[in-house]
């Protein structure tokens, strides 16, 4: 069998950068670019995105059939949430049953999937900026798996049963996870399709 001469990695994408290599946005000019985390060889691209507030794992290659297979559904996508406010029981399950968000084509009801409650606050790396603190009154952390990504999916479920998103790591992709990485950190890997 051919070796492949595809490149692949996975890094934690820090809190306040684009999951783009190019920005060509004249109002965006001062964003921060993953290119500027590491030497990656042309032709990398990110597989799936994560919005500029959101930190975690992402996954980047330069093989486009295996940036497809991550991207479908076929693949489980683990978020940790952090909500403004505890988290009720009602809203999980509501969350975990489906729930009705906006999309560029209109109203969609996602699809069910795995979604629990964080009985501790997950040992995650300080965020480049801080989250309001206690004063301004309790948060929660919850864990959602997906299997879509619909753009700011997570953030928008949990707005709609009334627990706003004050930060989002994603912290598994398939079997890579995120482990003992820190923000801006990247370990190239072998494969991607295991």
């Known amino acids: 069998m051919e070796k492949s001469n595809h490149k692949h990695f996975a890094i934690f994408k820090p809190y306040g950068?684009?999951?783009?290599?190019?920005?060509?946005?004249?109002?965006?000019?001062?964003?921060?670019?993953l290119g500027e985390l590491h030497g990656f060889p042309e032709g990398t691209m990110a597989i799936g995105r994560l919005d500029e507030p959101s930190e975690g794992l992402l996954l980047l290659t330069t093989?486009?059939?295996?940036?497809e297979f991550i991207r479908s559904s076929k693949i489980e996508k683990e978020y940790y949430a952090q909500v403004d406010g505890?988290?009720?029981?009602?809203?999980?399950?509501?969350l975990k049953n489906g729930v009705e968000i906006s999309t560029d084509t209109g109203k969609y009801?996602?699809?069910?999937?795995?979604?629990?409650?964080?009985?501790?606050?997950?040992?995650?790396?300080?965020?480049?900026?801080?989250?309001?603190?206690?004063?301004?009154?309790?948060?929660?952390w919850?864990?959602?798996?997906?299997?879509?990504?619909?753009?700011?999916?997570?953030?928008k479920m949990t707005a709609a049963v009334g627990f706003p998103t004050l930060r989002l790591v994603r912290v598994r992709i398939g079997e890579f996870s995120i482990n003992n990485m820190q923000p801006g950190e990247v370990i190239e890997v072998n494969n991607l399709i295991k």
């Open 109 to 140: 009801i996602t699809k069910n999937c795995s979604v629990y409650n964080l009985e501790k606050t997950p040992i995650l790396p300080a965020r480049a900026k801080k989250i309001r603190d206690e004063r301004h009154g309790p948060t929660s």
């Open 63 to 67: 093989d486009g059939k295996a940036s």
């Open 86 to 94: 505890v988290i009720t029981s009602k809203a999980l399950k509501n």
């Open 17 to 33: 950068y684009l999951s783009q290599f190019v920005n060509n946005q004249t109002k965006r000019a001062n964003k921060k670019l």
């Open 142 to 155: 919850v864990s959602i798996t997906l299997t879509e990504g619909k753009y700011r999916q997570v953030r």
